[in-house]
């Protein structure tokens, strides 16, 4: 069973650049998020789904946007990187009120 | 803004050792639960708690949530190895969101 999955695993990108994050999730969920993880700061939500075709901003939604494709994708894009984008994004999903499944998250650097 | 402050942030400990985590907010959750993250993965679902003053164990680990459902604690009895990892505490307050504490670091030594 492959439950998230996140692609790509790592990624280094210059100051400026945009890229999309992929999330894609098979256990048929209805709520889907993304999380951002920096050191001592623990995981901090950027962006939530509560079901497919809407989408709602988190703690630290500024310099990203997200789109629910599908009830099975999640994507997380990022328009301009900055330095300060530069963490580990994690994608999760679930059904609403239980437990979150996480993907094996991706390491972005931003130069 | 709700807040988890977890401590300790770091514990080093020796193998066979007993430790205690925290996890306190001034806000009221109506559960909360228990991750353990790996280098490179997800966070795991250790346990959830529900009632207030509910207790539960997983073979040597002991979760605790409070009364008033605004903290909670990790024991662990006789920590081995294995069980090091980062350890978060999570507060789920019936929407959609799920807000984390920073983490506990568990080093455990042979």
């Known amino acids: 069973n492959a439950g998230v999955t996140q692609t790509p695993k790592f990624q280094v990108l210059k100051t400026g650049q945009s890229m999309t994050l992929q999330c894609a999730q098979d256990?048929?969920?209805?709520?889907m998020y993304w999380y951002r993880q920096d050191p001592g700061m623990g995981l901090r939500l950027i962006y939530y789904?509560?079901?497919?075709?809407?989408?709602d901003k988190g703690e630290v939604p500024n310099g990203y946007n997200v789109s629910r494709l599908n009830k099975r994708e999640f994507s997380l894009r990022l328009e301009s990187a900055a330095p300060s984008q530069t963490s580990v994004y994690f994608c999760a999903s679930r059904v609403t009120g239980e437990k979150l499944f996480f993907g094996s998250g991706t390491q972005l650097s931003v130069l | 803004t709700q807040l988890l402050e977890q401590s300790p942030q770091f514990l080093s400990i020796q193998e066979g050792e007993n430790l205690t985590v925290y996890c306190n907010s001034s806000s009221v959750f109506s559960s909360l639960q228990w991750y353990r993250q790996e280098p490179g993965e997800g966070p795991v679902l250790l346990v959830t708690v529900v009632t207030g003053g509910e207790v539960k164990k997983l073979k040597r680990l002991t979760f605790q949530f409070g009364d008033a459902r605004k903290d909670s604690s990790l024991h662990i009895t006789a920590a081995q190895p294995g069980d090091t990892g980062l350890y978060l505490c999570?507060?789920?307050?019936?929407?959609?969101?799920?807000?984390f504490g920073a983490g506990t670091r568990l080093f455990v030594k042979a």
């Open positions: 789904s509560a079901s497919e075709g809407t989408t």
């Open positions: 256990m048929n969920h209805n709520s």
């Open positions: 999570a507060g789920h307050t019936g929407g959609f969101k799920t807000i």
